[in-house]
């Protein structure tokens, strides 16, 4: 009998942990998400369900972020996926690939609008990411995918 209970609070607890809510924010919401003026990074990453890159180097952008919490580094997915998928194919797949860190939807479908509204360099490419620290004038966009060194050298020199 106790077995069962634990396994039902388990799976409850584990259930919980890998479903989240996901808000969709249009560009500027975005912006205005990583440009306050404070001492957090923020590491603001674009991504796709259909990018092979983006899904490789999700989970270790998300457990370098961690590691560097007491340093205020918030990081954040935004999903470029179609409509179609969200919300539920988008919160399947952060559930199936254990993804916790925050993510929302960008709800734009402009990219002559967006890119640019996030660096001008960018051309729509993905994975791209930007880490910025606007207390420092620190800000750095790129449109590559991460080795877990290539992050965390990056992460690094934003703190």
């Known amino acids: 009998m106790k077995r069962v209970v634990l396994s039902i609070i388990l799976f409850f607890a584990v259930n919980t942990i890998y479903s989240q809510t996901i808000p969709k924010w249009k560009i500027n919401d975005v912006v205005n998400y990583y440009t306050k003026n404070n001492d957090t990074t923020y590491v603001v990453n674009f991504w796709s369900t259909y990018c092979q890159p983006c899904i490789e180097e999700m989970p270790y952008l998300q457990s370098i972020s961690k590691k560097y919490t007491k340093q205020k580094v918030k990081l954040v997915f935004v999903s470029l996926d179609a409509k179609s998928f969200y919300p539920k194919k988008l919160k399947t ?25 996030v660096d001008e360099k960018w051309s729509g490419a993905i994975p791209a990411t930007i880490i910025v620290h606007n207390k420092k004038g620190y800000k750095q966009f790129y449109e590559q995918q991460f080795t877990p060194q290539q992050f965390e050298e990056a992460l690094k020199k934003a703190l």
């Open 93 to 117: 797949f952060l559930k199936k690939h254990k993804i916790t860190a925050t993510c929302i939807w960008l709800n734009e479908t402009n990219a002559d609008i967006f890119c640019p509204a």
